[in-house]
């Protein structure tokens, strides 16, 4: 039936009737807060790129994690920024590490919240890289199969410090099955795991470099992650992923590749996260502080879209205001 018997703008008349008929919900429920735990530091250490982030001392992200919770996010992603770095990245895999330590501090005050630890080497290495490097013919090179040793180690030690999920974000090949073996092997065979399978080589990374002290000392990550062009290898990627193990999957970052979020979603039909990245937080945090973008409406869109587009999960910058606002 054309226009003049079919107008849609019937259901669009009133807040009531566009509220029944909206498609896509967006609550704290569906959001997971990421945190910067930083070893040696006694007060907050604001990130200068993301403004109201901050590296935290344990007992900040203690608080902090409370507060998440507080306001109904059921989930918060750890990042650790060690005392010490070396080649192999050791502090990633030591029992008494930065992040093993928060993970046991925020289990013990908030066993209700779910603490997901991202499981990579970058941030460990003194190379920055996300595993063990080597001269290659074409420069530096990650070496895939000496990595995934390491990795197994890091899951299974996250796992013994009470990781819910452990998420690995390194995109070497076989990482998942290698680490799904690790943690039964160490009687953690409900430990799920988190997969950035999708990960992009992407600028959008910046501030997070600056966040975490990861920025690789030469080169950079295209060796391992993705090329942003490529859709059908996002598919292939999360398929082996999944043949692997993973209980999640992921597209990362989220905003630039809402079309790989889709295809993503309907071709494996996966538990799926997006990660709304640091650069994507800000730009909209600039954006905002120059007066050029109303930031609550255009987080709350952006954070609905990236729904729409099919994640069950967002990890987000912003999830803690997100909660706020949706109150
Ligand atoms: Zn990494």
Redesign the pocket.
């Known amino acids: 039936m054309p226009f003049p018997q079919t107008r849609l703008r019937r259901l669009r008349a009133t807040g009531a009737l566009r509220g029944l008929v909206r498609e896509t919900s967006l609550s704290a429920s569906d959001l997971v807060y990421p945190m910067f735990v930083a070893h040696g530091i006694d007060r907050r250490e604001p990130i200068e790129a993301m403004p109201g982030v901050d590296r935290l001392s344990i007992a900040h992200a203690v608080d902090e994690a409370g507060e998440a919770k507080a306001l109904g996010i059921p989930a918060v992603l750890l990042f650790g920024l060690p005392a010490a770095k070396d080649e192999e990245g050791s502090g990633a895999w030591d029992d008494e590490g930065i992040v093993q330590l928060a993970t046991r501090a925020i289990k013990d005050a908030h066993p209700d919240l779910v603490v997901i630890t991202d499981l990579?080497?970058?941030?460990y290495t003194s190379h920055g890289?996300?595993g063990i490097v080597r001269a290659g013919a074409d420069g530096l090179t990650v070496d895939n199969d000496a990595t995934l040793e390491l990795l197994a180690r890091t899951a299974a030690s996250q796992a013994r410090a009470g990781a819910d999920i452990v998420a690995p974000?390194?995109m070497m090949d076989g990482r998942v099955g290698t680490i799904r073996h690790a943690l039964d092997d160490d009687g953690h065979t409900d430990t799920p795991i988190l997969a950035y399978s999708a990960k992009f080589a992407s600028a959008f990374y910046g501030p997070f470099r600056e966040a975490a002290d990861?920025a690789p000392a030469s080169g950079d990550?295209r060796g391992y992650q993705m090329d942003p062009g490529n859709g059908d290898e996002a598919v292939r990627e999360t398929r082996l992923d999944v043949e692997e193990g993973a209980d999640i999957v992921m597209v990362k970052p989220a905003l630039p590749y809402l079309d790989l979020i889709r295809r993503v979603k309907d071709e494996t039909r996966m538990p799926l996260a997006a990660y709304n990245v640091s650069g994507e937080y800000a730009m909209v945090k600039a954006a905002a502080t120059a007066g050029y973008l109303d930031e609550r409406a255009t987080v709350l869109e952006a954070l609905t879209c990236i729904r729409r587009a099919g994640a069950d999960i967002v990890i987000t910058y912003h999830a803690k205001e997100a909660a706020r606002w949706l109150q």
């Open positions: 990579c080497l970058c941030e890289h996300c974000s390194d990861s990550r």
